[in-house]
Structures are given as C-alpha cells and as structure tokens.
C-alpha cells in the first residue's frame, strides 16, 4: 500500500510523502506543499501539526502511555530518581556509575550564583511572583558567564557544564526567589546534600537551623520533579525550541519556557487547582456546585487540572502522583480536607456526561498541589516547582535541535484577513 497521501486542488492532484514514528504514528510531510500548490495549512492550536521529530519521550493519550527514552513513566517513579531520570532524558541512556557521579559532582560545582546575582534578588518588589524571578534570573546568571554570551551554537565544548549549570542553579534562583518574596536571609546550597534535599534545605532552613530533611518529603518531592521532566511538544517546550531554533543560548530558550509554562491553562494550573479546592471548601459546596459552573462556558470556570489535549484517557502521572498523595499524608499523618474535595470532584466528573463526552480526565496538575501543600510548598512556588522539574526536557529539547544538522528557524506562516490596500490618511483629515 503506497504510503503517500493525495491531494486534489484546483483540478490537480498532488502526491505528498508520508513518514512513520517508531511507535507507529503518522504524518504528512507537508514541507514542499507551498512550493507545489500554493498553499499552506491551518490548524488552531497546532492539535494535528508536528513541529519535529524527536527521540525523547513519547505519548500515547489514548492509551495513557509515557515513556522517557522508551522507559514507562510508572518503572522510572518506581525505581529512579530525578537526577538519574534527568540524564535519561538528556543524553538518551540511564547513567552507569562514573557518568552519575560526574553528573552529580557537576551540579556540586555549579549550584551557586555569582555574588552580585543578590543585588538583581534586591531589586524585586516583596510580592514579584516567583515565575517572574525566575525566568529573569536564569537570563541575569548568564550575564556572569561570558561563553554564555558569546555563545557557539552546536560548537561549545562545555555544553555539558551549562547543561549541569542550569539544572543546579534553576534549584538555588528558586530557593532565592521565594526567600526574597517572603522577605527572609538567602541561605546557601551545601556541599554534601544532594538535588532535591539541597532544595528544600535553601528554601525552609534557617541561618540558625537547618531544615528537618524527612525522607519521605525528600522523596515526594523528587518524585514531583521527575514525572515533570519532560512532556513531548507542550506549549512551553515547544516555545523553548522556538527560541532555540533562532540559535540563542540555553539559558535564554530555557527563560523563555518558564514564561509559557506559568500560564494557568499550562503549568499555572498547579497552582490554580488549589485556588479553585480552597474556594470550593470556604463556599462549603460539596463540589457539585462547581462541576455546574465549570460545564456552563459563561462562568469562566474551568474545572482545573482536568483535561489535556493529549491524553483523551488518564494521566499516567495523575494516577501515580495521586497514590503518592494518600502515602505521603498518611506518614506524615496530614488529613487535607481539600484533598477529600479534589477526590469528590474526580469521582462526580468521571461520572458527569460533560467530561466523559469530552474525554476530560485529571492531569499531572490535580493532585500534585495537594502533596506541595502537604511537604510545606507555598502555592505561589507550585509552577516554579513544575519549572525545576521540566528543565530536563527543555534542554533535551535544545540539545535535539542543535544536534540536528538540518534544523532550521522555526517560521509559521499566516493567512492574513486583514484589510486590503489601504491609503495613507493625514492627520489633519482623519475623523
Ligand atoms: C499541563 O501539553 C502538555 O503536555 C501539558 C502538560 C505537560 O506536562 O507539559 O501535560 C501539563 O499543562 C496539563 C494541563 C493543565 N491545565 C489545566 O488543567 C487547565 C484546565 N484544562 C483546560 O484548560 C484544557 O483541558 C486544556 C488546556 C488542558 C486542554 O485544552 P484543549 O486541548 O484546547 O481543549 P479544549 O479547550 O478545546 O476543550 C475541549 C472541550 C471544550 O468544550 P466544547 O467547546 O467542546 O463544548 O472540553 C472543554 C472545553 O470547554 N474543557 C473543559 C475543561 N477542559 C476542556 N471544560 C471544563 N473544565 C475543563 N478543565
């Protein structure tokens, strides 16, 4: 069977390729349709057009499949960790012992700012929003670093230094960002604590004590960043290899993501999940109340950390992050009543016509507040905590395109419907 595709157009027909995934999905390579016909294709949200081929993650959302570098998001919250599962999904293989200890040492040597860095913290208000320190700082660090700034697309030797760079200092500009926010004394990264200790050790410890490292927070939270580190061509990857195609640096494609990702239809949603659980307990409605003015289009209420438009069945993350909810709670013995909403809310909308016709499931962003919230992460942290942990498959992302020798500038085109030729009025004459 010809795996070409036919077109007919104004009275001809034209023969477009097709090409084959390894996970046998299809596409159209429309690339010489303009050339050929003229014409170009539209699509509102990019919902059936892909930008790339990748080798990083893949995702069946009918089926409910993620797979780092082929290996089920499911085995990898089982048995690895994010700094491990952050070398899998960069250099394409799960780390032996030398290259993790290389890896981890990396990050040692790299987790702390430029001094002077303070004086950029100095200059935000009280109340800056986090995503906003964020994206500004990863930009401001790479001032200090003059590669950086003289960056050699596909030509720098020390890619794998800025790769290791990134993903410690991402950790200490957020630590820093909510110390600033909230007013408190920066506290240093420390030699001996590993990734996600070190964290929380700069977020919650004092000048005067060090913050009390339970291991099953440490471990949740590692595991909130490692069913984060990467999810194919999402708004904010994609956004970061926009700006990486235009050859910028890392940093600077990796900002760019953070800004994307803070959206609440995108990562915001973290956070806007517990706003909306909050609500819904201070109104004491038992969720119903909700579920109505979420399927009522003039409320403006979505039901938050409900649907995708990938996964038309359930978030493999949901379902592994919501297990972890009731194990992480139990042993530190929280009850969350927000906690019993978010449930309520699951159980009435997999019931609930509205969603089931519309195949609206809960995403990565449903529960993973509620175990934020349960270690002691303020909300307004929620999607800097989602950034941390998709930092991996935003410089994976980079690292593909700039490894890829034919890759281009990314440049959609448009139909424009705007007016046709128009006249230069004076402005003595206009109305
Ligand atoms: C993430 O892309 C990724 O991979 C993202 C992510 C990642 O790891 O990077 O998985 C992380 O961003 C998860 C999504 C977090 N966002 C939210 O939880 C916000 C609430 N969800 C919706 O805004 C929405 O479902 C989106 C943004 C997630 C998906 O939007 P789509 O694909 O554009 O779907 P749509 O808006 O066209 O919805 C289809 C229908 C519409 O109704 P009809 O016009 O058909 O009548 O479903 C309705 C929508 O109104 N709908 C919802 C809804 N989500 C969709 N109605 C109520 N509540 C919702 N949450």
Not at 111 to 117: A, G, I, N, R, T
Not at 187 to 195: D, G, L, R, V, W
Not at 267 to 290: C, P, T, W, Y
Request: aromatic letters at 10%.
């Amino acid at each position: 069977m010809s795996n070409e595709a036919k077109l007919e157009l104004d009275g001809k027909t034209f023969t477009l390729p097709t090409l084959t995934g390894s996970e046998n999905e299809k596409a159209v390579d429309i690339s010489a349709l303009r050339a050929n016909t003229g014409y170009i294709t539209i699509d509102d949200g990019y919902g059936n057009t892909g930008s790339c081929t990748s080798n990083i993650t893949f995702i069946d959302g009918d089926k409910g499949i993620l797979r780092y570098r082929g290996i089920p998001i499911e085995e990898l919250a089982e048995k690895s960790n994010f700094v491990e599962t952050a070398y899998l999904i960069i250099y394409g293989e799960l780390p032996n012992h030398a290259q993790l200890k290389k890896f981890s040492d990396l990050f040692t040597e790299n987790q702390y700012l430029h001094e002077d860095m303070k004086f950029h913290f100095q200059g935000f208000p009280g109340g800056a929003h986090p995503m906003a320190i964020l994206s500004a700082m990863i930009n401001a660090a790479s001032c200090f670093d003059d590669d950086l700034m003289r960056w050699q697309w596909g030509r720098n030797k020390q890619f794998d230094i800025y790769v290791a760079r990134l993903l410690s200092q991402v950790r200490t500009i957020a630590a820093y960002s909510y110390r600033k926010s909230k007013g408190l004394p920066l506290i240093y990264p420390k030699q001996s604590y590993k990734y996600t200790a070190n964290f929380l050790h700069m977020l919650f410890s004092t000048p005067y004590e060090d913050f009390e490292l339970k291991p099953e927070v440490v471990k949740a939270l590692d595991l909130i960043f490692l069913l984060h580190a990467d999810h194919e061509q999402n708004c904010s990857t994609s956004t970061v290899r926009m700006v990486a195609s235009s050859q910028a640096n890392l940093f600077a494609s990796c900002a760019a993501g953070v800004c994307a990702l803070w959206g609440p239809l995108h990562g915001g949603a973290n956070q806007a999940v517990l706003e909306m659980l909050a609500q819904i307990h201070k109104e004491g409605d038992d969720g119903s109340k909700f579920i109505t003015a979420a399927k009522d289009k003039n409320s403006g209420k979505k039901l938050m950390g409900f649907g995708h438009r990938v996964y038309k069945n359930h978030d493999p993350r949901a379902k592994i992050i919501k297990k972890a909810c009731d194990e992480v709670l139990s042993k530190l013995h929280i009850t969350d009543p927000l906690l019993d909403i978010a449930k309520k809310l699951e159980e009435a909308a997999l019931k609930d016509p509205y969603f089931v016709e519309r195949k609206l499931y809960p995403n990565v962003d449903f529960y993973s507040g509620i175990i934020m919230r349960a270690i002691g992460i303020p909300v307004e942290m929620f999607t800097v905590i989602f950034a941390i942990g998709r930092m991996p498959g935003w410089i994976a992302n980079y690292k593909e395109i700039m490894e890829e020798p034919k890759s281009r500038i990314y440049r959609p085109r448009q139909i424009y419907t705007g007016k046709t030729i128009n006249e230069f009025v004076p402005l003595d004459k206009r109305k």
